[in-house]
C-alpha cells in the first residue's frame, strides 16, 4: 500500500504529459505574422511571470523539507522579524517584472492594433509598396459565416480564402448576436457585433487549410459555427475566386434575408454575384428595404429628431424615400434642416 501511494502521483503525472503530447499548440506555432507575433509576445510573459512563480515553490518545498519537525539541526530564531535584503528581493523583483511586462504590453498593444495597417509580413519583410491589402468583409450569422469579397463581386459561406504574404484588411459584423472571429493561425479573436463594425488587419505566411470559427457562445448551433481558411498562392487564388463565379447562385438582398434564418451545419456555399450595397445594409441593419437604416435613424436625430407628434405616428421610410424629400439626401444621409418638415405623420414605424 505504501508503495502503491507513493507510485499513484507519478502514474498520474505520466498520464497527464501523455496527453499533452497530443495537443497542437497552434497559438505557439501559427502561420501567420500577427499570430507569431501574439505567440511571441505569450512566451515572454509566462518566463517573466516563472522568474517569481518557480523560485516560490522551489522555497516552499525546500522550507518544508528544511525546517520539518524531525530536522533538529535547523537553525530556530523566533525573535527573527526583519530582514533588508529579504524585504528588496520579495518587493524589488515583482516590481521590475511588473515594469518588464507593462513595457512590453504596452508597446505590443500597439504594434498589434487590429486596426492598425500592417507594416510588414514577416520578419525582415516589410510590405512592398505596391501592394494593397485584400479586403474581406465578414457576416457573423446564425450560425454560420459569410464572406464577401467586394473587390471581385463574389462571396461564401463558411469557407474563405487569401493569397499567401498578402495583407488582408477584413471588416466585420454580425447579423443578431455577437460572435467572435478566430482562426488561431492567423490572428487573435475579433468580436462581431450587429449595427457595428470591427476590423482586422492579418497576414498568412504559409499555403495550407486551417480552421476558422466562432470563440463566442450564440446559440444552440455554436458548436459547428467553423469555416475553412485557406492560405493560397496568387495563381491558386485566382482559380479559388474563378471557381466561385462558375456558381449559379446570386447574393441578393432578398436571398440574404433567406441566409440570415438560423440553420446549423451550414454547408460550404458559393455565390457568383453580391448586390454592391449588401454590406452597407447589414451594417445598417436595413436589408429589408421597408426599414429606416440606421445611418438615416442618426442623420434624423442629428436633425433634431421629430418631436412627439411625429413619433407617435412615425413610418420608417426606406434609402430614397421621396416621403423624406430633401430631409436626408439618398446618398450619403446629409440633413438639409432648411428644408425638414414639421412631421412625418403616415409613415410606419419598423
Known sequence: MFIARRLLPTAALLA????????NLVVLDPAGDVAARQGQLIMVATALMLVVI????????????RYRAANRNAKYTPDWDHSTQLELVIWGVPLLIIIALGAITWISTHLLDPYRPLDRIAAGRPVP???????????????KWLFLYPE?????????????DRPVRFKITASSVMNTFYVPHLAGMIYGMPGMETQLNAVINAPGEYQGFSANYSGAGFSHMRFKFHGLSDGDYQAWIAGLRQSKQSLTRAAYLELEKPSEREPVRHYASVDATLYNAILNRCVDSERLCMDQMMALDAAGGLGLDGLN???MPRRGDPRLGAYVSADVCTVEPA???????????P
Open 16 to 23: 497527464l504529459v501523455g496527453l499533452l503530447s497530443g495537443c
Open 54 to 65: 518557480v523560485p516560490v515553490i522551489a522555497l516552499t518545498f525546500w522550507f518544508a523539507w
Open 129 to 143: 509598396a505596391q501592394v494593397q491589402p485584400l479586403e474581406i468583409q465578414v457576416v457573423a450569422l446564425d450560425w
Open 152 to 164: 471581385e463581386g463574389v462571396a461564401s459561406v463558411n469557407e474563405v480564402a487569401v493569397p499567401v
Open 313 to 315: 405616428s412615425l413610418a
Open 339 to 349: 428644408n425638414r418638415p414639421s412631421s412625418l405623420a403616415g409613415m410606419k414605424a
